[in-house]
């Protein structure tokens, strides 16, 4: 069988994109993927050694004259579905996904549609009729779409991930792959003011390459104090993590839920239809995470947020996950 997955725009639809194609090649699947040539998903894939080709994609307003060539662009990758003969398509989300989903349909090729949180985004919303099947994260997206167009399956992780064993006792900052100016911030002044250092953790810190500067250079070296503009090995932060500050993206989410990770979690208060809320309030439902919104008094919420899952405390060596089927294997069985 040979498969097409496209994703593209933030790690949150890529890695679970990288995930599933990592599985479905260990099922003999040949896989290949799509994107953009200048945004993150090249490096990421490429990163990973995955076979990827990549389009000249563009959103409104992102490349002077960019966006009125994306037709072209459509055509060029039904061209290339055609050519290269795949069995289907999946689409992992972000923009560059809607003219994935579109030339599958001209090819008539089977098209199978990643939604990583609750409130389905506007791509797959659009692409939902023209699915084979929607796999969803969380079982509150079900009734979001016509009965059984969509399966609960979870959110697929890498199994490089689902094998680590968390046995530090590290408190990680997850802003997201493009970082959180907000979080950084607030953290920063509860560094300076010793309440992190307190807190008796080990502080593994990642900023975003935008906050990197800011951060590192606000702040002065002490012990267990480590900071990150970026880690594209994440089973090495894992494996030293207790709990987590994080955002509400629906593949950081998974990934802690995976790892039995407590955390805080702060939504992104200006994500579309504020999905990273709504996929909060599902996580707090299940136990083991605290809700912390932006706005007045965040920096005080988020310092007694912490002082409550400090003391809730956590200690490692629970053992890899075997007992449920991954949502990988869900999908993969769903597809094959």
């Known amino acids: 069988m040979k498969v097409l997955l496209a994703a593209g725009g933030t790690g949150g639809h890529i890695y679970p994109a990288l995930a599933l194609g990592q599985f479905l090649a260990g099922r003999g699947a040949r896989v290949s993927f799509g994107g953009t040539n200048h945004r993150m998903e090249r490096e990421l894939f490429e990163r990973e050694g995955a076979d990827y080709r990549g389009f000249e994609i563009?959103?409104?307003g992102e490349k002077?004259?960019?966006?009125?060539?994306?037709p072209l662009t459509l055509f060029s990758i039904s061209n290339w579905i055609r050519k290269e003969a795949f069995d289907c398509v999946v689409c992992a989300g972000g923009y560059v996904s809607f003219y994935f989903g579109l030339a599958a349909a001209f090819q008539r090729k089977p098209l199978y549609l990643l939604e990583q949180n609750v409130i389905p985004g506007?791509?797959?919303?659009?692409?939902?009729p023209l699915a084979e099947k929607v796999f969803v994260s969380f079982p509150e997206s079900l009734s979001g779409f016509a009965p059984g167009k969509a399966l609960w399956t979870g959110n697929p992780?890498?199994?490089?991930l689902l094998k680590i064993i968390p046995e530090g006792e590290g408190l990680a900052v997850l802003g997201g792959s493009l970082g959180s100016r907000r979080l950084n911030e607030a953290l920063v002044r509860l560094e300076k003011s010793g309440f992190l250092e307190k807190?008796?953790?080990?502080?593994?810190?990642?900023?975003?390459?935008?906050?990197f500067e800011m951060v590192?250079?606000?702040l002065e070296e002490?012990?267990?104090?480590r900071i990150f503009?970026?880690?594209?090995?994440?089973?090495?932060?894992?494996?030293?993590?207790?709990?987590a500050v994080s955002r509400a993206g629906a593949t950081a989410l998974a990934e802690l839920e995976a790892l039995e990770i407590p955390g805080i979690l702060v939504p992104y208060p200006h994500a579309k239809d504020d999905h990273q809320r709504a996929n909060a309030r599902a996580m707090e439902k299940k136990g083991g995470y605290i809700m912390v919104e932006e706005g007045d008094g965040f920096e005080e919420r988020l310092e007694e947020a912490l002082i409550k899952m400090n003391k809730a405390g956590k200690t490692g060596g629970r053992e890899p996950l075997h007992k449920n089927k991954s949502a990988a294997e869900r999908i993969a069985e769903a597809m094959l």
């Open 64 to 70: 002077i004259g960019g966006f009125f060539k994306n």
């Open 122 to 128: 506007r791509v797959t919303r659009l692409l939902a």
């Open 58 to 60: 563009y959103r409104p």
């Open 229 to 243: 503009s970026y880690c594209h090995h994440m089973e090495e932060i894992f494996a030293e993590t207790a709990l």
């Open 222 to 225: 002490r012990p267990g104090l």
């Open 199 to 211: 807190l008796g953790r080990p502080l593994l810190w990642i900023t975003g390459e935008r906050d």
């Open 157 to 160: 992780v890498r199994a490089s």
């Open 216 to 218: 590192s250079s606000a």
